[in-house]
């Protein structure tokens, strides 16, 4: 099926009129809006057994447990709804209605405060079966809303909510449409930074694929990985932690990517500022980098992925080429010091990508934007192509009239190199391996750490034969 485009009252009421479609709304905060839109549409009794909000959190505490962390707008909130709900609908219904597919949607949301300094955000969540007395499936996402007025936020949830449920019932087969339809009459309005699809018909489906989807199709910019290969949301890993980001195409990983991990991780943890029993390492691959051959290839990002999670690390996928965005979406989870790990050809491409397009007046506010007050660049050297020297922070061909800038970043430490990196690696380059591989060339086991080579040959990675 094809994604068609239809208004929310629409695909509300085309749910209210399938007789097969029946089940119970749970909603905290922003009022009972995805509710609202079944009643108003009419024939609400074909699909709504039961509403209910539990805004005071003595009685919400009471009905699913207490939240350990004292948040109500989380994660394990969501579940909590979705397994008290589903299991009371089961236990009343599932006799009554053996022909019916019973399903619990739940979200607990904020919206923006009054002073406009709390930005709204929210989790949906659906259980639901899409065959009668079958093992119900959930579909979880995590939503940050745009709009700068609650009552536009309400809104946005109401339809995001609608689109929810349709999706699942009529693109359930489709998941990048899915996905797409998630948007409908939302564009510039939300961003879809989770989106989780787990049960007994989405067994086939890779989850890290809807991340990169997510990314892709515009939903948000950024999407993370946890080493199980599920996908995890910034607010349950990163709150108030000191972040390390290590961007790299790891295609595939190298010695080099794994000494840059290493040796950079260590001097993060050693930075006075640092609580090293408080330290999150992310690995990044942009979208840029996943297109530069010509197209985004779905199984080159699950096997760049499935290295990088074998090994334990939690990935970011994402569409910050430019470092700001990347650090303006780690803000608002208060981490503490932000460390970001690049190659410096990757500083030099910085320096003067900011350089150029900011020329004409705002090069210090250019700068300022990535250079802030808890983020530290740390560089990693190079071996000249041109005359085989090693190359430093220092060596970097700085322009004239911005010298000063790129001193004073320097001398505060701002731009750091990597110490104690090993200077023998440095001549291998990731293009090199991967072309060995491809064309069964040997040697390029030498250039790898010892568990990548056993992973890429066990699951015949990147074309391995």
Known sequence: MMHQKLDTDQKALDINLNEKIYGTFAEIGAGQEVARYFFKVGAAAGTIAKTMSAYDKTVSDDIYGPEIKGRYVCESRLYKMLDHEYELIEQRLSKERPNTN??????????????????????????????????PNDIVLHVKMLDNDYQLQQSAVGILGVNLIYGCYFYNDQPEVFLESLMDSLQDRVQIDLIRMTGPDFDHLDNRLLSLWAVKKGLTEVAIIAPNRQNIHASELLY?????????????????????????????????????????????????????????NDQDFLDRTEILCSLGHTVIVSNCEEYNKLIEYLEEYKVKNL???????????????????NYSGRLLAAFGDIFLNNVRLYVYPVISVKDRKLKHSSDLPIPKKIQFLYRHLVDNQEITDVQNYTEENLIIYSKTVLKMIHQSLPGWEKMVPKEVEDIIKEKKLFGFE
Not at 103 to 119: E, N
Not at 275 to 286: A, G, Q, S
Not at 339 to 357: A, C
Request: charged letters at 20%; a neutral charge; hydrophobic letters at 35%.
């Open 339 to 357: 460390g970001l790990v690049i190659g410096l050809n990757q500083l030099n491409n910085l320096i003067q990508n900011l350089y150029d397009k």
């Open 102 to 135: 019973l399903f619990v949607f739940a979200d607990t949301v904020s919206t923006i405060d009054y002073h406009k300094t709390i930005k709204g955000h929210g989790w949906l969540g659906i259980r639901f079966q899409l065959t009668p007395s079958s093992k």
């Open 240 to 296: 108030k932690k000191h972040v390390l980001v290590v961007r790299g195409s790891y295609r595939p990983m190298t010695l080099v990517n794994q000494d840059m991990i290493e040796k950079s991780f260590i001097q993060f943890n050693n930075e006075p500022e640092i609580d090293e029993n408080r330290t999150f390492l992310l690995t990044e691959i942009t979208l840029d980098n996943l297109q530069e051959n010509g197209g985004l």
